[in-house]
């Protein structure tokens, strides 16, 4: 099983919808998390953190369950510029930072 | 533009030639990451420094990889003898420890190896 788990897509979303993807986990272990976006040919960015308890910010919304090892990021009122790969990224601790990165679920917002 | 900064953006060389990426990262962050990153994949964690310390290498990096950050500030990731399966993308990230999990990536460095 890989460290991290993301279902590549791509979603293909109507402007306005509302889209949640996933992304597992296998390190019970894992102590932090992190959605990251990059956009074609472009680096990644931080997105945000996911907390224990869920943050929202703004339209975006990620939610961690730690029984079933995974992490979720929701995206409401869905805009063209969102379209993007979101990347999804847990720290399991040890060396550099524990970093693992997931493969990515593209999302694609259609006018 | 105080970002992270990687030189050259694009080298496209022949099987077999050597090449070496320059990274500058952010000037106050003191932990300096290298990645791999092919199409269609995440970013794949080569190396990490913290000051001028190379604290982890990757399984992934061979003998023919290597990496230095001589004074804590830049540093260069080298590739000696290289092979088609070099072909990526090869990005830094920075970060100041501060805030866990919040790198700063370079654009990166594309290498296609003939």
């Known amino acids: 099983r890989k460290e991290v788990e993301q279902d590549p897509g791509p979603f293909n979303v109507p402007e306005g919808a509302t889209v949640a993807f996933n992304c597992t986990y296998s390190?019970?272990?894992?102590?932090?998390f992190f959605w990251y976006r990059q956009d074609c040919r472009k680096e990644p960015k931080l997105l945000m953190s996911?907390?224990?308890s869920g943050n929202e910010d703004g339209r975006f919304t990620a939610q961690l369950n730690r029984a079933s090892q995974y992490i979720s990021l929701l995206i409401r009122d869905s805009k063209l510029s969102d379209s993007a790969t979101y990347l999804c990224?847990?720290?399991?601790?040890?060396?550099?930072?524990?970093?693992?990165f997931g493969k990515g679920t593209h999302l694609i917002i259609q006018p | 533009d105080t970002g992270v900064s990687q030189n050259p953006r694009h080298k496209i060389t022949k099987r077999g030639q050597n090449v070496t990426f320059r990274c500058d990262p952010i000037?106050?962050?003191?932990?300096l990451y290298w990645y791999r990153q092919t199409l269609g994949q995440g970013p794949e964690f080569l190396t990490y420094?913290?000051?001028?310390?190379?604290?982890?290498k990757s399984r992934l990096l061979s003998d023919r990889f290597s990496a230095e950050r001589p004074k804590g500030s830049f540093s260069t990731l080298e590739i000696q003898r290289t092979e088609q399966g070099d072909s990526a993308m090869y990005l830094c990230?920075?970060?100041?420890?501060?805030?866990?999990?919040?790198?700063?990536f370079g654009e990166g460095s594309r290498l296609t190896v003939l």
């Open positions: 990224v847990v720290n399991s601790g040890g060396g550099a930072d524990g970093l693992t």
């Open positions: 390190n019970s272990a894992s102590q932090s």
């Open positions: 996911v907390y224990s």
């Open positions: 000037s106050e962050h003191n932990r």
């Open positions: 420094f913290q000051n001028e310390a190379q604290l982890e």
């Open positions: 990230a920075s970060a100041s420890g501060l805030r866990a999990g919040e790198l700063f």
